[in-house]
């Protein structure tokens, strides 16, 4: 069992395309289980998630994404580049990120509860409804060229393009610079459930930083003067008790709603849509029973967790299914895991789009940090299920070219390259 979940953190490709086998015997035999490997515990029932995520009086989210080893890959990549004055800069832009570090996310109450008041005005469900029309656009321009052709790389054709693009406007950006954000994006979550990352890639960490930084301050500065109707405004003019954000929250906000915005979403579609090509039934049962697309995207939810799980720490020395939990310990929350305990879902490895409590998972967390950006991730997968199931049939996998290999993280969980092939539908 330890062996396997090693393997797993060590992102084995083995491990990492089919995390389940582990979860479930973590579950039965040590469903609170101390990993050396990572040096947190690690949580994989249902009941025990839900108790941690919910008592904030006893368990922090100041590190979700798990504790930074000073020994790791991490460390000592900081402490190589830190030797280069070229450098200098980027670690300039990195040090007050980190002085700043705890927001949404990353924060405690009561300062989670501030920030997140201060911000509940932009995922307002009016504006994200106002939204559904853009979202129709934005599928509908990224089918023009795929109804031209037979079979297609949904990730990069599709998956990615349609959670960027509507990010991007939702913030209230240009779409030129998509290709920029998209970089930005993969460099800051690269050590999210990567631990020993390569020098280089945490060189485009700390570059992909910086230039996150200057491009949205100069942002919010100008939506300070001159608010418009977007996110960065609305972050920009944030006020709380007549207290505006500081800077360093704002930037915080930012980066976690671009990434948060595309990354996940992309991999929620991709997701579904391999489900779609590998179940030969249900593209037609979603034509016939179109209701059901909603359940399809909460069962995607439940069946693969975008976000794998999440880190907790103990305030205090407690207890969580019986086991002694000390002060400071860190607690990897398994969303993934606990969307599949056989005690909430029954028959919980078999992908049921009739599922009756399937929205009960956690994809989403729960609790104080449940994801503000939800109803907008629901949408985008709804809209944009719903048009290609009306635009191509016989949905399919392309098998001499996929070799199903995950992205480098045992948090985030996504495909790289999808390719499917399809018959385009006569839809006059």
Same mark, same amino acid.
């Given at each position: ?35 050396? @490997? ?28 798990? $504790? ?10 900081? =402490? =190589?580049? &830190? ?5 200098? *800069? ?5 040090? #007050?990120?980190?002085?700043?570090? &705890? ?32 979202? =129709? ?7 023009? $060229?795929?109804?031209?052709? @037979? ?39 690269? $050590?999210?459930? !990567? ?45 709380? !008790? ?24 992309? @991999? ?9 090509? %590998?179940?030969? /039934? ?13 359940? +399809? ?19 205090? /020395? ?16 398994? +969303? #993934?895991?606990?969307?599949? /305990?056989?005690?909430? +879902?029954? *028959?919980?490895?078999?992908?049921? %789009? ?25 949408? *985008? ?14 949905? !399919? ?5 996929? !070799? +199903? ?24």
């Amino acid at each position: 069992m330890t062996d396997r979940l090693d393997a797993l953190i060590d992102r084995e490709q083995e491990a990492i395309g089919c995390p389940y086998p582990i979860f479930s015997e973590l579950r039965k035999e040590s469903p609170i289980h101390f990993s050396e @490997k990572l040096g947190t515990w690690v949580c994989t029932r249902y009941e025990d998630a839900m108790e941690i995520l919910h008592d904030t009086d006893r368990f922090s989210s100041l590190m979700p994404t798990g $504790p930074r080893d000073g020994r790791g890959g991490f460390a000592v990549a900081m =402490e =190589e580049l &830190a030797k280069d004055p070229d450098m200098a *800069e980027y670690f300039q832009t990195f040090l #007050a990120n980190a002085a700043n570090a &705890a927001v949404l996310l990353n924060a405690d109450p009561p300062e989670h509860r501030r920030q997140r008041k201060a911000v509940n005005r932009a995922f307002r469900p009016s504006r994200l409804r106002g939204m559904e029309p853009m979202i =129709e656009d934005v599928t509908e321009k990224l089918l023009s $060229p795929i109804r031209q052709k @037979k079979e297609m790389e949904f990730v990069g054709e599709f998956a990615v393009g349609l959670p960027m693009t509507i990010i991007a406007l939702a913030l209230g950006v240009e779409t030129n610079d998509l290709a920029t954000f998209k970089k930005w994006s993969d460099d800051l979550v690269m $050590p999210v459930g !990567n631990p020993d990352p390569t020098i280089d890639k945490v060189r485009d960490y700390l570059i992909s930083l910086k230039g996150f930084n200057e491009f949205f301050g100069n942002l919010l500065r100008q939506r300070r003067e001159s608010p418009l109707e977007d996110i960065i405004s609305d972050v920009a003019t944030a006020e709380v !008790n007549d207290e505006m954000l500081n800077e360093a929250e704002m930037l915080s906000m930012l980066q976690q709603f671009l990434v948060a915005g595309n990354e996940t979403t992309t @991999k929620l579609l991709t997701n579904l849509m391999h489900r779609l090509a %590998v179940d030969d /039934d249900l593209e037609q049962l979603l034509r016939d029973e179109p209701s059901l697309i909603d359940n +399809f995207i909460e069962e995607g939810l439940r069946y693969e967790a975008p976000v794998g799980g999440l880190f907790r720490s103990a305030k205090i /020395d407690t207890e969580v299914n019986g086991m002694e939990i000390k002060a400071g310990q860190h607690i990897w929350v398994i +969303f #993934a895991a606990a969307n599949r /305990d056989p005690e909430i +879902f029954p *028959e919980p490895d078999v992908f049921s %789009v009739e599922r009756e409590n399937a929205r009960e998972h956690i994809a989403f967390g729960h609790g104080e940090h449940y994801c503000i950006g939800a109803l907008l991730a629901r949408s *985008e997968a709804k809209i944009a299920m719903q048009i290609l199931l009306e635009n191509i049939e016989n949905i !399919n996998l392309v098998e001499d070219k996929n !070799n +199903f290999e995950y992205e480098e993280s045992f948090v985030l969980r996504g495909l790289k390259e999808l390719h499917v092939s399809y018959d385009v539908r006569n839809t006059n």
